[in-house]
């Protein structure tokens, strides 16, 4: 039996509410749905490190979630409990998987990238239309974010060897993923367009700080677009709301060069 883990706070009952309903819209046969209690701050105080408490929690919830499935050699889906999945989305990962030879496969993430994101920002609507998907090997790319992954059964030991041997927990934990990945120590890529986006609670962050909300509203605004089925009026009006707060008339003719960069079928490659 495949699973599904989602990492839940004891006391936001409403996001476990709101993600238990959204996956029993894509459940399929053969795969079941756990919650793994997340490990708060005042859990994780002994842990070494110089992450926060928040970040710690988080780190060693994802650790928890992988620990707690890893003696069988099925598939374990771990997600964050402000995320949603696309109709298909769980076979579509269970194919992925068995065709290549992928660690850990990210449903979405945040790049950072800007040629991958506008190359694939020109591809994303002809891909969806066409029913088809492309594995993007993240090796080389500036990303973050692990809201979504899923980690093959034949390497859910090494990747718990390797996320056991964070003793110091100096670095969030999908930074440490995807230094993990820049080392060869792991395979790591993302499946696109994206078979999972940030749902609305994603807006209201439980480890992040507002220092960095702007960027992370931005980059969340774009993971929103390259997801399989964007609502487009939503994404709409962060957008606008963003253009709102930070935009100048000379950054709305340099978005108006990307736009243009980014539309399908645009020669981006000379």
Not at 13 to 39: I, K, M, N, Y
Not at 74 to 97: H, I, K, N, Q, S
Request: charged share 25%; with cysteine; glycine share 8%.
């Amino acid at each position: 039996m495949k699973t599904c883990v989602f990492i839940n706070l004891a006391d936001a009952v409403g996001r476990r509410a709101a993600f238990e309903a959204d996956f029993a819209r894509v459940q399929e046969p053969g795969w079941s749905l756990t919650r793994l209690e997340a490990l708060g701050p005042a859990d994780v105080g002994a842990l070494a490190g110089g992450l926060t408490p928040a970040e710690k929690g988080c780190f060693a919830s994802h650790r928890a979630a992988l620990a707690a499935h890893a003696e069988d050699a099925d598939t374990l889906l771990v997600a964050e409990d402000d995320v949603r999945f696309a109709p298909g989305a769980l076979a579509l990962v269970e194919a992925m998987l068995a065709a290549s030879d992928w660690d850990i496969l990210f449903t979405d993430v945040g790049l950072c990238d800007l040629p991958t994101m506008l190359s694939l920002a020109g591809r994303r609507a002809a891909l969806a239309a066409q029913g088809q998907f492309m594995l993007v090997d993240l090796r080389a790319r500036s990303y973050f974010g692990a809201t979504a992954y899923a980690v093959r059964g034949a390497s859910k030991a090494k990747v718990r060897a390797a996320l056991d041997a964070a003793i110091q927990l100096d670095q969030p934990y999908d930074l440490y993923l995807r230094d993990l990945g820049r080392s060869g120590d792991l395979k790591i890529a993302t499946c696109f367009p994206f078979l999972s986006t940030p749902g609305s609670l994603a807006d209201r962050s439980q480890i992040q700080s507002n220092e960095t909300a702007p960027f992370d509203r931005a980059m969340t605004a774009f993971r929103r677009l390259m997801y399989l089925k964007p609502d487009l009026e939503a994404c709409g009006r962060e957008i606008a709301g963003l253009r709102a707060e930070f935009g100048t008339a000379e950054s709305e003719l340099v978005g108006a060069v990307f736009s243009v960069l980014a539309a399908p079928g645009f020669p981006l490659d000379r």
